[in-house]
């Protein structure tokens, strides 16, 4: 069988350890070798670990941020609830996968800020999918799909806050099972726009 890529292998080892041992402490060199490859041969495809997760989060997880980048510079494509079933869909995915590679930056502060620090200047973070949603539904609202006086900021926080609830609220339940992710999605467009819609959703 062909060997994949470095390029693929380092990114499949990067996903892998990160889900298992959390980003805190899964190290470039770790990376490597489980990568089959050196970590000066890591360094080539990427300048960082930071760089490497932004990778990740953008190759091997839901496609959340390519999705709202194309909607917000296409508004009035679709309908406006079968467009944020789709985000909503997309956003609980990539927090239910991303939660547990993310996590363990939370019980190290320092390392958190450093990492947080560094995404910024590669212009990520976990603050562009709210500021890329709010820029979409203000698009739409220039479109005039959306209603003239709805506070799209607060909008995208409540769609995504519920999606990135729903990563890890269920898990001290008896079951330890999340809301379908189909109906959930399904259910948060609706209410959503019966909020902020110009014409309300069961009409």
């Known amino acids: 069988m062909e060997q994949k890529p470095a390029r693929v292998r380092i990114l499949d080892a990067a996903h892998e350890l990160m889900l298992t041992v959390g ?22 495809y990427f300048d960082s670990k930071e760089d490497l997760f932004v990778r990740v989060l953008a190759e091997r997880l839901p496609r959340l941020t390519p999705l709202l980048s194309s909607l917000a510079t296409e508004p009035g494509q679709g309908t406006l609830e079968g467009n944020l079933t789709e985000i909503a869909r997309q956003a609980a995915l990539f927090y239910e996968q991303s939660f547990p590679i993310a996590a363990s930056l939370y019980a190290e502060p320092q390392l958190r800020r450093r990492h947080f620090d560094a995404l910024r200047k590669l212009g990520s973070g976990p603050h562009r999918p709210l500021q890329d949603l709010d820029a979409y539904l203000r698009a739409e609202q220039d479109a005039g799909r959306v209603r003239a006086g709805a506070d799209t900021f607060a909008a ?26 189909e109906e959930f999605s399904a259910r948060l467009a609706k209410t959503l726009l019966d909020g902020i819609s110009v014409v309300r959703a069961s009409e």
């Open 156 to 181: 995208a926080s409540l769609l995504l806050g519920a999606c990135a609830q729903r990563a890890f609220a269920y898990d001290a339940t008896d079951t330890g099972e999340r809301p379908p992710v």
């Open 23 to 44: 980003l805190a402490r899964a190290t470039t060199k770790e990376i490597a070798r489980a990568a089959g490859c050196s970590e000066a041969a890591l360094y080539k």
